[in-house]
């Protein structure tokens, strides 16, 4: 009785709380802001983005048509099947266009769907802001170091495998943007400079849409490139896994 009583309260007290957050995000007209509106990756980031982007993991074809729908141009990859935990049912292809303007270097980046979309958003809500805050010119090309890799961990022959193995996880090396300009993690994530900078809020905006963001802050593994993935692991916070100190290994 005291369980279903403690229920009925919860219940009665969600209902007002749900149509307080609704009137507060749709007067300001930010349904992303709500846990249960559709996600649209044109839209800037909400409340509830990180985690609807985490969902697309499960909903492979309608992650395809949201990317689609956005206007970014991917390629459906055939499943991929390796030794182990490796392989992907879910994977796609960026290719030299990129999306809206930046490219992959190299190209095509193959990907599981989730990490294509989310990178989508990364690049349109954090990336090219960032980029024109500190330097006033756009990102034109991403660097990265791959996104399928089968292998375990650190690539060790036993343990968990990585993100990597299942390509829901991506490397990100560097940028170069519109006048040629090169920004890349492993020479210019320390320092005071705008390119430090700039590093520093790209990584710190990926923590609001990827489960895991690590950085050179992170480890040594990491001293040359951001790894973006969306594992799941049970809960998924507004701010994802963002450490900035030893941690248990990706």
Not at 10 to 32: H, K, N, S, T, W
Not at 160 to 178: K, M, N, P, Q, Y
Not at 200 to 206: K, Q
Not at 212 to 218: G, I, Q
Request: charged share 20%; net charge positive; glycine share 12%.
């Amino acid at each position: 009785m005291r369980f279903l009583a403690v229920l009925k309260f919860l219940v009665v007290l969600a209902i007002p709380l749900a149509i307080g957050l609704g009137l507060y995000a749709f007067g300001r007209g930010r349904p992303q802001d709500l846990p249960w509106t559709a996600l649209d990756l044109g839209q800037p980031v909400g409340l509830f983005t990180a985690r609807k982007l985490a969902m697309l993991a499960d909903d492979a074809p309608r992650c395809r048509m949201l990317l689609a729908d956005a206007g970014v141009r991917a390629t459906r990859l055939p499943p991929r099947i390796g030794p182990g935990g490796c392989g992907y049912a879910d994977g796609v292809t960026l290719g030299p266009g990129g999306t809206r303007g930046i490219a992959f270097a190299p190209a095509p980046l193959g990907t599981s769907c989730a990490i294509a979309a989310s990178l989508a958003v990364w690049e349109w809500e954090v990336v090219q802001p960032a980029a024109l805050a500190w330097f006033g010119r756009p990102v034109t090309r991403i660097d990265h170091f791959g996104s399928y890799s089968c292998r375990r961990i650190y690539g060790r022959a036993s343990g968990r495998w990585s993100e990597h193995s299942t390509a829901d996880a991506v490397d990100i090396a560097g940028f170069r943007l519109g006048d040629g300009t090169r920004i890349t993690v492993a020479r210019d994530w320390k320092g005071g400079g705008k390119k430090a900078a700039f590093l520093h809020d790209v990584r710190d905006g990926a923590c609001r849409l990827f489960a895991t963001t690590l950085s050179p802050d992170y480890n040594a593994a990491h001293a040359d490139h951001l790894h973006l993935d969306q594992a799941a692991r049970g809960k998924v916070g507004m701010r994802g896994f963002c450490p900035s100190g030893p941690r248990a290994p990706r």
